[in-house]
């Protein structure tokens, strides 16, 4: 797809937009809409950014735990074995071991970075616990994704947008590690490593139409490149109460729409995510657009970056799917496609081995 022709899409109207529709539908060859079925785990909500949309940052002396102990997140875990979970969102506010008292509580536990940490952490999932662990990673050197990737499944970060003029506004300017060089370094660095990767655009955050349109070619020149883009998160900015952007207008509901399926058609090798918890009332179009991925939902903890939309439970999911002439399917936090040993260290792959002979199931 040319430029002029994605920003013509993003653009149209009326009946236009019923024939990008059906574009997109036109390249449709499966019937499955896929799912993860997790647990949560904000291992820190502290972070070194402060974007003007964000919830879940919290400061040092407002919180009760700087880092989620070991023994927490345990039994968070092995609850979240009770209900069949399959994947560990492990999530922290961004290079948290740079503020002074996160490296104290870090080094009471005989670690130097936040990333050790994780690695033990996920090391531990994988010896006692079913899951399966993914991280959303921030921005890390390549030397740390290299060390995560041995005991995570897949790893992910949103690219949001690859306009640096976003640094001056009131989405990013206090957000040093929202400048998109860095992102797109961290995607690359993710792509020369092979780790399956789930990145995706927030839209509404102040970007044009024509910096959505980079920022869905950039993702699609890194695609072409690695091969290792599993999946792209279309997330529509909430304006939520008490956050710097509370007044900022959220994108149309057309406004997704449109990008989804825009992103259908630009990407036919990754699959497009809509978060269902976001989008309660339109969620079933999403799919009529070319969605196909709910992302994770979870039984048994709350989405700790929007706290105020809970994930729909499973069995209403299912309906919701079903009623827009879909099935739904549980996957892992890696896509089939990319289980083999070019993609994923032996430990994770004698995980998968293991929970598909627990569950009589081939992920
Ligand atoms: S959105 Fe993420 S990076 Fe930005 S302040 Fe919140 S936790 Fe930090």
């Not at 345990?74 to 008292?101: H, P, Q, V, W």
């Not at 959303?136 to 640096?164: D, R």
Request: aromatic share 8%; with cysteine; hydrophobic share 35%.
């Amino acid at each position: 797809m040319k430029n002029s022709e994605i920003l013509d899409f993003l653009k149209s109207k009326n009946e236009d937009i019923l024939d990008l529709l059906k574009k997109s539908n036109s390249i449709r060859n499966y019937n499955n809409i896929t799912f993860s079925k997790n647990v949560f785990i904000p291992i820190t909500h502290i972070c070194r950014n402060s974007c003007g949309y964000c919830t879940f940052k919290k400061y040092p002396e407002d919180v009760a735990e700087l880092i989620m102990s070991k023994s927490k997140i345990m039994k968070n875990l092995k609850n979240a074995d009770k209900y069949k979970c399959k994947e560990a969102l492990f999530t922290f506010g961004e290079r948290s071991d740079e503020i002074d008292s996160i490296q104290d509580e870090l080094n009471k536990m005989k670690y130097d970075t936040m990333t050790e940490y994780l690695y033990h952490i996920s090391e531990v999932t994988l010896k006692e616990t079913e899951l399966l662990p993914h991280t959303n990673c921030g921005i890390i050197s390549k030397n740390e994704l290299k060390m995560l990737k041995e005991v995570n499944a897949s790893m992910g970060l949103m690219l949001e947008n690859v306009s640096p003029r976003l640094m001056k506004t009131p989405a990013h300017e206090l957000s040093p590690g929202k400048d998109p060089k860095l992102r797109i370094e961290t995607i690359e660095n993710a792509g020369k490593l092979k780790i399956p990767f789930t990145t995706g655009l927030l839209i509404g955050i102040g970007e044009t139409i024509e910096e959505r349109v980079s920022s869905l070619l950039k993702l699609r020149k890194i695609q072409d490149k690695y091969g290792h883009i599993q999946e792209i998160i279309i997330q529509n900015f909430r304006s939520k109460p008490g956050i710097p952007m509370e007044k900022h207008p959220e994108p149309s509901f057309l406004e997704i729409l449109k990008t989804v399926a825009v992103a259908n058609l630009l990407f036919p090798d990754v699959s497009i995510q809509v978060p269902p918890n976001l989008n309660n009332e339109t969620s079933q179009m999403f799919l009529l657009a070319g969605a196909d991925d709910w992302g994770g939902v979870s039984p048994v903890s709350k989405d700790f970056v929007n706290p105020e939309a809970p994930w729909p439970e499973i069995e209403k999911l299912r309906n919701i799917t079903f009623e827009a002439g879909f099935n739904m399917v549980e996957r892992l936090p890696v896509y089939k496609k990319y289980i083999n040993s070019e993609f994923l260290s032996e430990k994770i792959l004698k995980k998968i081995e293991d929970i598909n002979s627990r569950y009589g199931a081939n992920f």
